[in-house]
């Protein structure tokens, strides 16, 4: 089966966060289901730059009034389209944010082309390519289907929520710019609060949503999680199906990690130490023995963030180390500085987002914190358990189903993984810290944990196989209506 997976960003090419980590290895764990999937993502200039192979194989005169040129090509194992769309996507800043970290003023217009150029290739643009089946990701692409139906288009979509908090919301005026009727503005199809919500199209014109963890799908159709849009997804409840993430066992493998200055695996722990006396010493940290607890994450309210420096002072007058590393609010940023100058030497709030950094804080780090208010499903829960680091998380969408609290049965049965707190707030995080620092004494249960959280698999094999199955269910029922309706 084709598949054309439309998205805006996707590892290695363009990353922000976990969505690229997903649209990058899904593609790849689909394969052996049976499925071959081609991507389409924007031509940002890191793209372009990486993906100099690519060909063109198609000239848009005027998508939504901009020249843009449709790019081909394999890179990394995956197969990708690229829309080289330069007034859209050819400038500096961020796939969203420009340079001062202020949202792109025309985002409503690129990710509208993003989508209708994915439509137009769905409904058969090209001569020798037409996908079975689409599938989008989150709001910036989610005007996808909404175009496939307006154009009569009748391939199935697929729509998977990564983050129900952004929804592409906009003035009503803009519909005609972005090419659609007013007919599409009805509380039906893109309709919301008086403006126009991308997302909210999405997902009331594709066959089938999924999220990112079973949890979060039930999460998201009440008022606290739903924002906004629980009622939309109650009426569409029979389509919606949560499906845990999987992480490439390629890219995170401590064994082979080529940014670690010393692999390791679950036989040979020990060597984590080498990594964390680099990191300490990078980080300018004391190179005592107390345990290290990082953070590797945005820095933003969804990720609990401005807890974590109300709080850190737990870990710090008990003889850990704090390694903060991300970027997001201003304020939250502020705040975890200010706890950090407390702690000289104990605690470094680093602002930045880099790859190798980030590997080498999971090989290096004993503990990782992540307290998000919410989290559909979160990655780096699962590097952490995968690299020997012990989470520490809040009990929430997917950091509830994939991480086993060390209560005492959980540890006596020999399957507890990490340290999870509820309720979600300071408090709590607190509690959870003071069990984790209590437990790291106890060197033999320590070390038992980081086996047990080594030898669970996330892989994405299981879940590329629910991905498939509904990918076949909805071209087979398409099929079956094409065949009642010829009858
Ligand atoms: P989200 O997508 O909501 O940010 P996830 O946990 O799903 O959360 O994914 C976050 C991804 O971004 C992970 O791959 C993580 O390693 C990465 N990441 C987060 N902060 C940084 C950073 N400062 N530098 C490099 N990678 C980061
Ligand atoms: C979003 C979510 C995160 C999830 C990621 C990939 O960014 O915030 O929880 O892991 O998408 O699906």
């Known amino acids: 089966m084709k598949v054309l997976s439309v998205t805006s960003e996707l590892f290695p090419l363009v990353k922000t966060g976990g969505l ?208 906004g849009l629980d009622g939309v997804l109650n009426e569409r409840v029979m389509s919606l199906r949560g499906i845990v993430n999987g992480i490439d066992l390629d890219v995170w493998d401590p064994a082979t990690d080529p940014f670690l200055p010393r692999n390791y695996g679950a036989t040979t722990l020990k060597r984590k130490r080498e990594n964390r006396n680099v990191l300490l010493q990078r980080f300018g940290l004391e190179e005592d023995d107390g345990p290290v607890f990082s953070a590797v994450t945005r820095l933003t309210w969804q990720k609990g963030m401005d807890m974590f420096a109300d709080t850190a002072d737990e870990v710090l007058y008990r003889g850990g180390k704090i390694i903060v590393f991300g970027k997001g609010d201003h304020e939250i940023e502020e705040a975890l500085k200010r706890t950090a100058a407390r702690f000289p030497g104990r605690m470094a709030v680093h602002i930045g987002y880099d790859e190798p950094t980030a590997h080498l804080i999971h090989a290096g780090s004993d503990a990782i914190v992540q307290p998000s208010r919410f989290e559909p499903c979160g990655l780096t829960q699962l590097y952490a358990l995968r690299y020997g680091c012990v989470p520490v998380v809040s009990r929430t969408g997917g950091l509830s189903e994939t991480i086993i609290d060390a209560n005492d049965a959980a540890m006596s049965a020999r399957v507890a993984t990490g340290f999870q707190f509820h309720p979600v707030n300071p408090d709590g995080l607190r509690l959870a810290l003071r069990r984790a620092l209590d437990t790291y004494s106890d060197t033999r249960n320590w070390a038992r944990l980081q086996n047990q959280g080594m030898k669970t698999r996330f892989s994405w094999e299981r879940s590329a196989e629910k991905y498939a199955a509904i990918y076949r269910e909805l071209v087979r029922r398409r099929v079956g209506d094409a065949q009642a309706f010829d009858a």
């Open 20 to 227: 690229a980590d997903v649209t990058g290895s899904l593609p790849k764990a689909l394969m052996s289901c049976g499925m071959e999937t081609t991507s389409l993502l924007p031509g940002y200039p890191g793209v372009k730059q990486q993906f100099d192979t690519a060909v063109p194989v198609m000239h848009f005169d005027n998508l939504l009034g901009e020249q843009a040129t449709l790019l081909r090509g394999e890179f990394d194992g995956l197969d990708l389209f690229v829309l080289d769309a330069p007034a859209l996507f050819d400038r500096p800043g961020g796939p969203y944010v420009d340079a001062d970290g202020n949202d792109h003023a025309d985002n409503w217009k690129r990710f509208a082309a993003l989508s209708r150029a994915a439509a137009e290739i769905a409904n058969g643009l090209l001569p020798d390519w037409q996908p079975d089946l689409v599938h989008t990701h989150d709001w910036q692409s989610a005007l996808t289907s909404v175009y496939m139906r307006e154009m009569g288009c009748k391939v199935p979509v697929v729509i998977t929520i990564h983050n129900l908090a952004f929804q592409g919301q906009y003035g009503a005026d803009r519909l005609n710019a972005i090419g659609l009727p007013d007919s599409t503005y009805t509380t039906e199809c893109l309709e919301y609060f008086g403006d126009i919500s991308y997302l909210k199209g999405g997902l009331q014109t594709a066959d089938a949503i999924t999220t990112v963890s079973p949890t979060y799908a039930r999460e998201i159709l009440t008022p606290r999680f739903g924002m």
